[in-house]
């Protein structure tokens, strides 16, 4: 194993720089180049056309959706929209690749020259720039059987897939990302994370990480401080999970640290990440543009998008992630960490629909952020599968309002309305849980408490107003917890 310098000292050290590339699948209905499905899963070598597979006399023609999802993310990356723009060949073999090239876009990108603000753990923003985003087409997909960790080197045999070959990508390669220092593990996932959010937001994919939607080629490079130029680079392909990539970059850093202060040089090469040993490995040294032999794809005219669809689009964009949340945060008045941890848990969508429907926004993240995680945590569901709904939440929270329900109640009545009841007003009515307000139950209750603790009732009349916490309690007991306590309190001085 890679011997590796204490993260500390790589930081004192080094500077690094970071370039991501990142892989999205765009969510069409059909492929990038022909009308074959475009969807997960399915038995394999069932959803190709002739294209996908490179059929002779087959040819491509442009996805439109493809493209304008393409436009969108350029746009919603403050890219500039190229007014025309042209695809290229990409030529190697692989067995995933039919064709033995892949179309993609090499000198013109459909997007360029943007970037995109990250917010970081402590609300801190970085801003990463980007270099381009260009379409191309996904290859299958190949399972290499017998060898070690299904690669194909030691397998007795591989099988191809090619039900994702000509599924339609777009790449978003960052320009190096500098000055990120001791973070540049949290910059590198917190971009990713970025990406992953804008996707959804702008409706271009679903961007499931565990899907495999979303996919990040890292490079990592060393050099000796801010001014010095930019050290070997070593790109590690695929990684697909945020907190894989924030150890990806952490793990590259303290490898090539302990490389070059050995006074040894890095190797530029792909590296392959592997989740159980959280270490990178040597993959190809890595094959320079020329290799490729790019050149512009004969079979397809360049695309020109229109000024007016570009504008149209731009108006089209939603309000983006990281926006949504400084307003939402400031409408709500939730702290930067109360933000953060709203975010992470998936249950901003959640609390907004409940302030919508008339909940406050403390009663919101209060509801989603205590029980209602709690509840998904032990039923190991997600958030929005948890059997309670932001109309429910609201009323809920207006019950409270009301002063029907005290928070203890309030409990009881969610209880009701998780294990199916109904919504809150009715457990609240089935399970007769609503505050006492009727004077005369409180009224007994009271006198009850007072008659059985003679000697709390003396130090109240001597002006010990603290004893009257030991009459609260049987009050509340004797009520089931649902008398108003102020109201108690009331009645009792009032009776002294
Ligand atoms: P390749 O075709 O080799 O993948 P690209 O230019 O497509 O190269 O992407 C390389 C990525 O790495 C880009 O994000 C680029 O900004 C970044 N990069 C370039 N040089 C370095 C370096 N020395 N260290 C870290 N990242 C780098
Ligand atoms: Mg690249």
């Not at 050290?13 to 475009?38: C, I, S, W």
């Not at 970025?194 to 996919?215: H, Q, Y």
């Not at 009663?363 to 989603?368: G, M, S, T, Y």
């Not at 059997?387 to 929270?397: F, R």
């Amino acid at each position: 194993m890679a011997k590796l310098m204490a993260y500390d000292e790589v930081v004192k050290r080094y500077d690094p720089v970071l370039g991501l590339e990142v892989h999205v699948e765009l969510g069409t209905e059909t492929k990038m180049f022909d009308a074959a499905q475009n969807a997960a899963g399915g038995e394999p070598n069932t959803r190709l056309q002739p294209v996908s597979v490179g059929l002779p006399g087959s040819l491509p023609v442009a996805n439109m959706k493809a493209v304008e999802y393409a436009i969108k993310i350029g746009l919603a990356l403050n890219c500039t929209i190229a007014k025309s723009c042209r695809f290229a060949r990409k030529n190697y073999f692989y067995p995933d690749l039919a064709k033995a090239y892949q179309i993609s876009q090499f000198d013109e990108p459909i997007a360029a020259d943007g970037y995109l603000d990250v917010e970081l753990e402590d609300g801190e923003t970085f801003r990463v720039l980007i270099e381009r985003a260009h379409m191309e087409e996904d290859a299958g997909k190949n399972t290499h059987v017998g060898g070690a960790e299904g690669r194909i080197h030691g397998a007795d045999y591989s099988l191809v897939d090619y039900n994702r070959a000509g599924v339609p990508l777009v790449e978003i390669v960052t320009r190096p990302i500098e000055g990120a220092g001791e973070r540049a593990p949290e910059v590198a996932a917190a971009y990713v994370r970025a990406l992953r959010d804008i996707f959804v937001a702008i409706g271009v994919s679903e961007a499931r990480m565990e899907r495999g939607n979303v996919r990040a080629d890292v490079n990592v490079s060393l050099r000796e401080g801010a001014d010095a130029p930019f050290g070997t680079r070593t790109e590690t392909k695929n990684v697909n999970s945020f907190r894989a990539i924030e150890r990806t970059v952490r793990y590259e850093m303290r490898r090539q640290a302990q490389v070059l202060a050995s006074g040894e040089t890095v190797t530029q090469e792909t590296r392959h990440w592997h989740e159980d040993t959280s270490t990178t490995s040597s993959g190809r040294v890595k094959s320079d543009a020329d290799d490729y032999r790019y050149f512009p794809e004969p079979d397809l005219v360049p695309v020109a998008p229109s000024r007016e669809w570009v504008e149209q689009l731009r108006e089209s964009l939603p309000e983006l992630p990281i926006a949504r949340r400084r307003r939402l945060r400031e409408e709500y008045g939730y702290s930067t960490e109360e933000m953060r941890d709203v975010v992470n848990a998936g249950a901003l969508d959640l609390i907004e629909a409940s302030v919508v429907a008339g909940a406050t926004p403390a009663a919101a993240r209060k509801w989603w952020m205590g029980e209602l995680s709690r509840y998904a945590k032990e039923n190991e569901c997600a958030l929005i599968d948890v059997p309670a709904t932001p109309a429910q939440v609201a009323e809920l929270s207006g019950l409270v309002d009301e002063g029907k329900l005290n928070d203890k109640l309030a409990r009881q009545v969610l209880e009701g309305v998780l294990a199916g009841e109904g919504d809150p007003r009715s457990v609240m009515d089935k399970r007769g849980l609503e505050i006492v307000r009727d004077d005369s139950v409180l009224e007994a209750a009271v006198d009850e408490a007072m008659a059985a603790h003679p000697d709390v009732v003396e130090k109240l009349r001597a002006g010990k107003m603290k004893a009257i916490g030991a009459l609260i309690g049987p009050i509340m007991k004797a009520t089931r917890g649902q008398a108003d306590a102020a109201a108690a309190r009331e009645m009792i001085i009032s009776k002294l």
